[in-house]
């Protein structure tokens, strides 16, 4: 089941896969998992072994000029 969100008539996921976030960002998922190990990603949503970013921190997070997580 997925879950979505309705925005300006189209639909949205409201939740991304590492896969999406790495199509996102034009990088590997490995490279992914580095710069979230280092910090430079929005925390993800885990929940047991499934991680998945929310769409809209991820969309503030790109407008804000990539900032890293605070420490």
Same mark, same amino acid.
């Given at each position: ?24 960002? +034009? !990088?590997?998922?490995?490279? $992914?998992y580095r710069m979230r190990?280092?910090? =430079?990603?929005?925390? #993800?949503?885990?929940?047991? +072994? !499934?991680?998945?970013?929310? $769409? ?6 790109? =407008?804000?000029?990539? #900032?890293?997580?605070?420490?």
């Amino acid at each position: 089941m997925s879950y979505v969100a309705e925005t300006n008539a189209e639909i949205r996921p409201v939740f991304i896969t590492a896969k999406q976030l790495a199509i996102m960002l +034009s !990088v590997s998922k490995r490279t $992914l998992y580095r710069m979230r190990s280092a910090g =430079q990603l929005p925390s #993800p949503l885990c929940v047991g +072994s !499934v991680v998945r970013w929310r $769409l809209s921190e991820i969309l503030d997070w790109i =407008q804000a000029d990539c #900032p890293k997580r605070p420490q």
